[in-house]
T-cell receptor
Framework: QKEVEQDPGPLSVPEGAIVSLNCTYS??????FMWYRQYSRKGPELLMY????GNKEDGRFTAQVDKSSKYISLFIRDSQPSDSATYLC??????????????FGKGTHLIIQP | KAGVTQTPRYLIKTRGQQVTLSCSPI?????VSWYQQTPGQGLQFLFE???????NKGNFPGRFSGRQFSNSRSEMNVSTLELGDSALYLC??????????FGPGTRLLVL
């Protein structure tokens, strides 16, 4: 079982729809959760970062974390064609005296149809 | 502020050669991390440097190494290249690992 599971898609939705992207994880040591957006042939771009369970909102984006279920979500409201990209969840734990690197999901390919 | 820059952007090498990739972090960022991205494995953590010290390392063989200079610029080196090393190599910088900003990557093709 991989540490972080993410449906690769593609997920195709019409413009203006609410998009729900999800990841599940197995290691309860993960403490920090991020969402990145990656356009083709570009580096990932940090969208959201959260630590605690609950919701965090930033414009059209809402990140949700449920640590008890080991489940995180990203919601995109009023989706636009420019939101078409691969969305990667990432998470991080602390161990010993240092910090581990980010553990990523494989990414969900999102297509917003005009 | 200027973003993370990586050079070169594209590279073609043959098996057995070695390669050095360069990363200039965002000004003020002392943490620099390197990641390998492939279609099969996705994004995988290579190592992180902070103030010229390797703070953490992922599960990659010793052929993969890196260093960080006093101005926070970082290099990673891959020796004895294998076909499987073909990938997009991404550098990310930040004040900490929770908010890492990625560069555009170096696309390495090993023939």
């Amino acid at each position: 079982q991989k540490e972080v599971e993410q449906d690769p898609g593609p997920l195709s939705v019409p413009e203006g729809a609410i998009v729900s992207l999800n990841c599940t994880y197995s290691n309860s040591a993960f403490q920090y959760f991020m969402w990145y957006r990656q356009y083709s042939r570009k580096g990932p771009e940090l969208l959201m970062y959260t630590y605690s369970s609950g919701n965090k909102e930033d414009g059209r984006f809402t990140a949700q974390v449920d640590k008890s279920s080991k489940y995180i979500s990203l919601f995109i409201r009023d989706s636009q064609p420019s939101d078409s990209a691969t969305y990667l969840c990432a998470m991080k734990m602390y161990s010993g005296g240092g910090a581990d690197g980010l553990t990523f999901g494989k990414g969900t390919h999102l297509i917003i149809q005009p | 502020k200027a973003g993370v820059t990586q050079t070169p952007r594209y590279l073609i090498k043959t098996r057995g050669q070695q390669v050095t990739l360069s990363c200039s972090p965002i000004s003020g960022h002392r943490s620099v991390s390197w990641y390998q991205q492939t279609p099969g494995q996705g994004l995988q953590f290579l190592f992180e440097y902070f103030s010229e010290t390797q703070r953490n390392k992922g599960n990659f063989p010793g052929r993969f190494s890196g260093r960080q200079f006093s101005n926070s610029r970082s290099e990673m080196n891959v020796s004895t290249l294998e076909l499987g090393d073909s990938a997009l190599y991404l550098c990310a910088s930040g004040y900490n690992q929770e908010t890492q900003y990625f560069g555009p990557g170096t696309r390495l093709l090993v023939l």
